[in-house]
């Protein structure tokens, strides 16, 4: 599957939905957050995907303009080529991104994600889920990915 596409994470949230009991352990989830990839294709061309959590489960998934990122509760973005790092990261993991790579981390001031909103306790919704999401994302151990950039 390509990253970053609408498919790759509906693959994820079907994953959560196969990987229930893993969700169950950490907590439930209820947030909308948008994914911005920079650079995508490496052509210039950024994507922003919104995925929607209610408690265990991941309800939406859509590509969603520029503008309509501000809709969802927080907005993570970095380069493309810093996703894929990540992604690397949780594969030669088993399902576990090394300290570096965590979305926690990376999300740090002064690390390559940019986490932010417009509303501040939005943007608190990220630490409160952070288990949750890269939960999420971990899964992706499971999904053999591709990359425009590469």
């Known amino acids: 599957m390509i990253f ?14 196969e990987n229930r ?7 439930e989830v209820d947030c909308s957050c948008v994914w911005t990839v920079f650079d995508a ?10 995925t929607t959590f209610e408690l265990y489960s991941l309800v939406d998934v859509r590509e969603v303009s520029e503008d309509d990122r501000v809709k969802a509760n927080f907005i993570l973005e970095t380069d493309v080529w810093v996703w894929k790092e990540m992604l690397d990261s949780i594969t030669e993991g088993g399902g576990r991104p090394d300290l570096e ?3 926690n981390r990376l999300s740090l001031p002064g690390v390559p ?7 501040p306790l939005d943007r608190d919704m990220f630490f409160r889920f952070n288990g949750s999401l890269q939960e999420f994302v971990n899964a992706s151990v499971h999904i053999p ?3 425009l950039v590469e």
């Open 21 to 27: 009991s893993v969700h169950e352990h950490v907590g």
């Open 101 to 103: 790579h965590s979305l």
């Open 4 to 17: 970053p596409s609408v498919e790759w994470f509906t693959r994820l949230g079907e994953l959560m939905e």
């Open 145 to 147: 990915t591709e990359y």
């Open 41 to 50: 294709d490496g052509q210039g061309t950024d994507r922003h995907f919104q």
């Open 113 to 119: 994600v940019r986490l932010w909103a417009e509303d």
